[in-house]
């Protein structure tokens, strides 16, 4: 049953957004639009009160929409919001925590394929909202059943004003904090036609080095590849890289929050083996501390972080940063996403690629030089269209029964884990941005990796809803 709207006396159906991974995400027109987002403006109101938030946005036209009615929804509550327009989420979240701004939506799909729609919410600081955050931001958007604002309720209107200087004034830190290179490299840069074309090349450019640009226009549609970046995606880039004989080539999603590089022979890196990189190139300045992964991370990051001296913990998927600011940790990472907290507490993959192209540069190695010494482990995930969910219980039960004395132990943080005494291990896990359910698999060993995947997706499939 329809609820009405108490100012324009019009039935509203009832929200049914989830808050997945930091935010709403899903269909445009059927599981995230104006309504959605409107109820995500009124939740933050409810729990912040009124102040001056930050609006970005990426390159599908649905996120401008959407942008303007989380503008006008946050002015209708009283709130003054700052418009940046269209770029990158990294560059949201450093203006947010440079401009002491209230908090800030980031209007975005982020990888998700284009018919996708989505809305981030930073806090103060530019970091995403905890956990317990969103469970009580997504109570309120359910408790909104679609309101803007009752009319009693109605006070002074806040403003909307455009700032046009957020680029410029991340661009101007970035190149204040890195001197130009005496080494100049040949770069790629694949921004899948989303945010970072202003952004990624010109402060590598700047730094000294020869940029050639790719997927670097802005479009809604996506038509140099889909957005995430992957070696499924990233074929063609790859064959470029050797093609004009790039020294490593930088590829990015939609927002920019990613980075997957690609070296000098046109090998796609694994993600484990730069984020490897990256935890070794910081513990350089700041030696040994709380180094936070997903659940999903590769043993061999785990391991490295060991040999550091650092203190390892795993965290859900999505909420890595929580952990590394309530631990005060060195280093957070994900698949394909970083956080070095000398810089923010924000996955940038805008940032991570200047730090390893300073590094790579002051110490002259190629790409595949400095992870050479990355311990090898052979990672393997498939999604699987078994709706949002899939009956963890009967994942446990199945994998016991498949792999009895095999088991080392179980992991339930996110979705069900299981670490194997071969060295290997299985996690199965439902997506927190489509309606997939993920599989992921590691082993030492190539041959175990692909027999161990396929035994994955036989028992989600029989679990799947």
Request: aromatic share 8%; charged share 25%; hydrophobic share 35%.
């Amino acid at each position: 049953m329809s609820q009405v709207d108490q100012v324009t006396g019009l039935a509203v159906p009832r929200i049914k957004v989830k808050f997945g991974t930091a935010g709403i995400r899903g269909v445009y027109g059927q599981e995230v639009s104006i309504k959605e987002t409107i109820a995500v403006c009124f939740a933050v109101h409810q729990l912040l009160g009124e102040g001056k938030f930050g609006l970005g946005y990426d390159s599908r036209k649905t996120s401008v929409i959407l942008a303007n009615v989380a503008s006008s929804a946050m002015n209708w509550y009283g709130s003054d919001v700052e418009s940046y327009g269209m770029i990158p989420t990294p560059v949201l979240a450093f203006n947010i925590k440079n401009s002491k701004l209230h908090a800030g939506f980031s209007v975005t799909a982020s990888h998700n394929p284009p018919e996708y729609a989505g809305v981030k919410v930073f806090g103060t600081d530019g970091i995403e909202f905890s956990l317990e955050a969103e469970q009580k931001l997504e109570q309120l958007v359910l408790k909104s059943g679609g309101y803007i604002k009752e009319e009693e309720d109605l006070g002074v209107f806040g403003n909307t004003f455009e700032n046009e200087e957020a680029v410029s004034s991340y661009r101007d830190a970035l190149l204040k904090k890195y001197e130009p290179s005496k080494k100049g490299f040949k770069i790629l840069v694949d921004c899948a036609n989303g945010t970072a074309g202003g952004v990624t090349p010109r402060v590598l450019s700047e730094l000294g080095h020869h940029v050639v640009t790719v997927n670097g226009h802005p479009s809604e549609k996506f038509p140099g590849r889909l957005p995430e970046p992957m070696f499924e995606t990233l074929g063609e880039v790859a064959s470029l890289t050797r093609a004009i004989g790039a020294d490593f080539t930088i590829a990015h999603d939609g927002d920019a929050d990613r980075l997957v590089m690609i070296d000098e022979l046109g090998k796609v890196v694994p993600d484990y083996a730069l984020s490897t990189l990256v935890l070794r190139i910081i513990a350089q300045k700041v030696k040994k501390g709380n180094v936070i992964i997903s659940v999903n991370s590769s043993s061999a990051l785990e391991k490295t972080a060991q040999d550091l001296g650092c203190k390892v913990q795993r965290s859900r998927l999505g909420k890595t940063f929580e952990e590394l600011y309530k631990r005060r940790g060195i280093f957070a990472s994900e698949p394909s996403k970083m956080v070095d907290p000398r810089w923010g507490y924000w996955e940038d993959g805008i940032y991570t690629s200047v730090l390893v192209t300073q590094y790579l540069a002051e110490n002259n190695l190629t790409l595949s030089q400095a992870i050479s010494t990355t311990p090898i482990y052979h990672n393997l995930q498939r999604n699987l269209q078994l709706g949002s969910t899939v009956d963890y219980d009967c994942v446990k039960t199945k994998i016991k029964r498949k792999f009895g004395k095999e088991i080392e132990t179980f992991e339930e943080l996110d979705g069900v884990k299981v670490y194997l005494k071969n060295g290997g291990w299985l996690m199965i896990r439902s997506s927190g941005t489509e309606k997939k359910v993920r599989v992921y698999v590691e082993s030492p060993k190539e041959s175990d990796a692909v027999f161990l995947l396929q035994d994955g997706v036989d028992i989600a499939s029989s679990c799947g809803s």
